[in-house]
């Protein structure tokens, strides 16, 4: 069973540029999710997908962080005007269901200059 | 507010010592209870989860980890470390009625010394 695929692996910008993740979840799992993961800190959850609609994004800082989930597979999750204070790495999870164990793709780290 | 803390940041043990870290959360409900592991390189890893049950779960690799309610603790040990044991390893908790949400702790860094 193939895993959660993100690209790019690596981004490098500079602040007040816009960026882009690309996420395309383990097949037939319908809850997808986007973790932020700086140094030092544990992933904290930026936006949790259910199928093409969005179940918790309490925490993303919706004035420069945007995602969606077309067709409820593949997902975006969009920067800009990206800051320092962004610099991370960008995890994307997968699960069937809310409940059941989420699996973590490799991640995109993002340095912010 | 619900939060994980995990007590160690950095441990380091040399092979064959026994490993324990611990994981103190803090929720009000029942939780699901999880512990993840980053090898170097590697993306996140489920080593072992709790949901109900027997409050001693046993993961992978010979690693295991008690649940005791009365403690909100959630402590993972392994008798006899590994040199390829060296990694990150994170605590997460999850409300067992919500939606799917982790919170993690901040993580502890293993390094096992041949």
């Known amino acids: 069973e193939a895993g959660v695929a993100q690209s790019p692996r690596y981004k490098i910008i500079e602040k007040r540029q816009s960026v882009a993740f690309w996420c395309n979840p383990i097949s037939g799992h319908a809850t997808l999710y986007w973790y932020q993961q700086i140094l030092g800190q544990g992933p904290k959850l930026l936006i949790q997908f259910q199928n093409n609609g969005v179940v918790d994004d309490s925490q993303l800082p919706k004035d420069r962080f945007s995602a969606e989930r077309l067709k409820g597979v593949d997902s975006t999750l969009k920067i800009q005007p990206a800051k320092l204070e962004d610099s991370a790495v960008y995890l994307c999870a997968s699960s069937r269901t809310g409940q059941e164990t989420q699996y973590f793709g490799p991640g995109t780290r993002l340095l912010v200059l | 507010a619900q939060s994980v803390s995990q007590h160690n940041h950095h441990v380091i043990l040399s092979e064959a010592a026994s490993l324990e870290l611990g994981c103190n959360y803090s929720y009000g409900g029942t939780v699901n209870l999880f512990w993840y592991v980053q090898y170097p390189g590697q993306h996140l890893q489920l080593l072992l989860k709790?949901?109900?049950?027997?409050?001693l779960v046993k993961g992978i690799k010979g690693f295991e980890a008690e649940f005791i309610k009365s403690k909100f603790s959630f402590n993972l040990r392994k008798p006899s470390v590994q040199w390829s044991d060296t990694a990150e390893y994170f605590c997460a908790v999850r409300g067992s009625s919500n939606t799917g949400k982790l919170i993690f702790g901040q993580g502890t860094t293993l390094q096992v010394k041949p």
């Open positions: 709790y949901f109900s049950g027997d409050p």
